[in-house]
């Protein structure tokens, strides 16, 4: 069983900067970051391989979000600078348990955190 809790959104100013953590308790391999804005089906923002080494964005992300984990704190990471009102969404963590390199599909996590809301108000 994995256990993922989001922390760090909130509201801020079109090109301004937030940093979401996501505490995982459990075994885990691989983790990513998704967001779904209302309307939208959910879309993977970055993901990150069990030892770190190795990292995934979608083009949208590229330049502007960075991820990262500790495995010593359990912790996983997106740092997200120069936000657009489009990067508005509810962040969310995911884990997969089978995989130690990066996973790019939403159907191969197997646990999820409860979210977290960005929003970036122009």
């Known amino acids: 069983q994995v256990q993922l809790v989001e922390s760090g959104g909130g509201l801020v100013q079109a090109g301004g900067s937030l940093r979401l953590t996501c505490a995982v308790s459990g075994r885990s391999h691989a983790l990513g970051w998704f967001r779904q804005a209302p309307g939208k089906e959910r879309e993977l923002v970055a993901s990150i391989s069990w030892s770190g080494t190795s990292t995934y964005y979608k083009d949208y992300a590229k330049g502007r979000f960075t991820i990262s984990r500790d495995n010593a704190e359990n912790a996983v990471y997106l740092q997200m600078n120069d936000l657009k009102p489009e990067d508005t969404a509810v962040y969310y963590c995911?884990?997969?348990?089978?995989?130690?390199?990066?996973?790019?599909?939403?159907?191969?996590?197997?646990?999820w955190g409860q979210g977290t809301q960005v929003t970036v108000s122009s």
């Open positions: 995911a884990a997969n348990i089978r995989s130690t390199g990066w996973v790019g599909s939403q159907y191969e996590y197997d646990y």
